[in-house]
């Protein structure tokens, strides 16, 4: 069995109940976006692209760690992440061009309620966080949602 699947397999151990999976499918992306956002508050020149707008170099040098563990585990899976992440960074640029200097505030209040029903969901399935035992499953999350859509479609990764 492939490693990523060996993952997925762990990881779903912790995430059978339904309230819980749906939880997982709405802060599981935002608690992402979230460090994204974190990252790119950390002052550093800037990369512009046009649709894009701008993505600093800390951002950047965190997302290519990301794509290269995600490498690891499926060429297919690190290039739709990549481009999740793009996409991400986007709506990072708007939130930091909205809020300033606040946008940590945005960030912050998102993480923390986020990880609020994380937790909330664990509490109802009766599992702790799969991260707690390894902590390369916090990059585990965004992708065990992603390999079930892929499964859904059909698509091998």
Not at 6 to 21: D, I, Q, V, W
């Amino acid at each position: 069995m492939r490693k990523v699947d060996l993952l997925f397999a762990e990881y779903s151990k912790s995430h059978r109940n339904a309230t819980n999976k749906l939880i997982h499918w709405i802060c599981v992306p935002l608690i992402f976006w979230t460090i994204l956002g974190f990252a790119s508050l950390i002052p550093s020149p800037h990369f512009c692209a046009s649709y894009f707008r701008c993505v600093s170099i800390i951002s950047l040098i965190v997302i290519a760690f990301i794509t290269f563990f995600y490498i690891r585990l499926s060429l297919l899976i690190a290039i739709v992440m990549a481009v999740i992440i793009l996409i991400m960074e986007h709506f990072i640029y708007l939130t930091n061009i909205s809020f300033g200097k606040q946008s940590w505030i945005v960030y912050l209040s998102v993480f923390v309620i986020t990880w609020i029903f994380q937790l909330i969901g664990h509490k109802i399935e009766g599992q702790k966080p799969s991260f707690l035992k390894d902590l390369q499953f916090l990059l585990i999350g965004p992708i065990w949602l992603l390999g079930f859509i892929l499964k859904k479609t059909g698509i091998r990764y």
